[in-house]
């Protein structure tokens, strides 16, 4: 299959910091990928790297199938982390100017971006300084700037922080229409469940790494973590009956709630029944465990405690902020 | 390289700079100051001519000069001087200034207001015995009824005839407060010529006579080049040099400033991000220094243009060697390359004009260097000093606009040496400016030093 992005042995140093160790990525074409990891763990400059904003220290990295983004960057739609806009400039003058320098014909530019404008309900607008705009609606501009000369490639630096609900959801949109439009997609994220619920596969980097690259089903088969969720409904059995239980590694209390391990080779249907048996449940599942999961057991075995908890805490945090409805 | 990008960039950043409010205001600004100084601001001023109206009392213990003051401060003697000293203004200035200039300058008033208006002045004797004290107490006296009393003059006994050692007494002129100085010189002026004229009148001679004696009109000045004889004018080209200076350094600095101020804004605004997602670092620079080159060429063309179609206007294109233009624009496009990509390279170093500030300080140190010596290099054009100066990048093309327009213009292997000079100039900043913009406009956080902006030239 023909490959949108590959990157080989690409090592980035700042300094004295190594941003980038040895990164390996390959995106098949039409693909919707995620990039995650936590903050600082080398995504944006992966990507600024891929946009070829950034260069190499060693390694090679080829998109749409040349040497170097720069030979294919009107083929590419990239919306940086930071989204900057000239506050001076009229919405339409903006879309121009960036519709330009994207390799858009002069011809016909102003009709599209009517189009554009209309599509995000932002008919009324063009005529507005960027300044004029609230904050939501210079989003909508600066998704537009990057989408509207059609792209092959799309390449999102955490396309979804800071936006609020109704952008989130026009954002997934504009993603799968890129997508069913034939376009590549690759977002990075530090927020688990967005790539979760976007992406086919996802490769996980941390401290400038790649600690795996999967697909989604996969890793979630793999990471089959076997834990059951468990809340009694009227009389708690105690943290010693529960273990006590053969089928039953480890325990664990979380609020109202216990998370119980099962041991190597038991069943989890046996143990729901035995539970069932021991305390009727208010609440009983089979935990099925999220990327963050995966990313906290993958990398949190280099880590020490006190760090892993760090990680969880961020992952988790960011997962509750970044949650769109 | 793409071209149609580049030049996107470029019209972007002129219209984005050029076709602002806050731009226009600024460019007419100046032209328009400057009219204000030399036609509207004399306008005003003779607008309100003082209506002076007083007595000048008079102390003479010679008894010889009342008659002659009198005369001589009367309204018709003054209109009288005013017309001789028109004639003479004019007579002067033709040689200097053109005709229609001095036309135009009396039409506006400008004599009149040199001169003020015709005062209505009285002369009344006092006694000879008369205490002086009691003359001035007049002075200090609150009189609302006219004319009042403005001066009082005191001629000592020996201003006409000697006294025993051979030597000439003077005169004492007390003033009311707030009489016009104009006044007061008119006043001095016919005391003195009262004595003068009886003094000489004393010696058995003609004091008209001796005054026509005594006067050389102001002589012809012209210039032998190769091609001819030029008329030389004295004051235009004593101007000219600081015009051209001026013409050279207003379109490169203000072109520059803008250039850091843009680059700032769209790195502060991270707006560059999105750029360069579109165009490379070096197609950016490219087009906004062009596109700055041109804001500075339309400064130059609508500067030198009212320059040349006044000096056209006045006849006196002549006083300007056109060569001198076709240098102005070479010199313009070599030093504000090299001023620019300075400028841009800050810009792309730093996040916001605060910390410009540090790094601009010492480059523009290095460009008031010439502004600050102009005087010395118009003065000594051939110095070591002006000679060194002008292969000296980044002041090597004003210190050599200075010499050109100055009254020993260098010789031409010179000029072009210099030229060749400017060129190697204007590589090395882009190249280096490059590198800068490279790693720069994505850097956040602490400003760079010059140190790390050379370590960055050197790494990328």
Sequence with gaps: MERAIRMRGVRKTFGSKVALDGLELEVPQGAVWGLIGPNGAGKTTALRIVMAILFPDDGEVEVLGRASALEARDRIGYLPEERGVYRKLKVRTFLRHIGILKGMSRRGLDEKIEGWLERVDLGDVGRKKLEELSKGMQQKVQFIATVQHEPDLLILDEPFSGLDPVNMRLLRELIDEQHARGATVLFSTHVMQQAEELCEHVVMIDEGRKVLDDSVPEIRRQFD????????????????????????????????????????????????????????????????????????????????????????????????????? | MNPRKVLQVASREFLSTAATKAFVFGVLILPAMMSVLIFVLPRVMTATPPAVRGRVLVIDPTGRLVPSLAEALSPEAFIERSRELKEKIRKATEDRLPAPLIDQAERQGAFEQALGTVPQLVVEPLPPGEDVEHAKRALREKEDDEPRVLAVVQIDPDAVEPAGDGTYGAYALFLRKGVDDRITEQIERAVRDAIVDERVAGRGLDADELRVLMRVRGARTVTITETGERETNEILKAMLPMAFFMLLWIPVITGGQYLMTTTIEEKSSRVVEVLLSAVSSLELMTGKILGQMAVGLLLLAIYGGLGVAGLAAFAMLGLVDLSLLFYLAVFFVITYFVIAALMGAIGAAVTDLREAQALLG????????????????????????????????????????????????????????????????????????????????????????????????RMA
């Design chain 1, 225 to 325: 973590l076997r834990t059951i969720l468990y809340e009694p409904m009227h009389d708690d059995p105690g943290e010693a009956r529960l273990a006590a239980l053969p089928m039953i590694q480890r325990v664990r209390r979380h609020q109202e709630r216990w998370e119980l391990h099962l041991a190597e080779g038991a069943d989890p249907a046996d143990a729901m029944r035995a539970l069932v048996d021991l305390a009727p449940p208010a609440l009983l599942e089979v935990h099925r465990p999220s990327l963050e999961d995966v990313f906290v057991e993958i990398v949190g075995q280099r880590r020490s405690a006190e760090e892993r908890e760090r990680l969880r805490r961020e992952l988790a945090g960011a997962a509750v902020d970044g949650r769109d409805s």
């Design chain 2, 362 to 457: 010492p480059v523009m140190i290095v460009l008031m260097i010439p502004l600050m010596l102009w005087f010395w290099i118009m003065r000594e054009p051939d110095s070591m000093f002006a000679v060194v100066a002008s292969f000296i990048p980044p002041v090597n093309m004003f210190v050599m606009m200075l010499r050109m327009t100055s009254s020993a213009p260098p010789p031409t292997w010179q000029v072009w040496l210099s030229i060749l000079v400017g060129v190697l100039a204007v590589f090395g900043a882009l190249w280096a400016a490059a590198k800068v913009f490279r790693i720069g406009l994505l850097l956040h956080g602490k400003p760079p030093t010059f140190r790390t902006l050379i370590r960055w030239i």
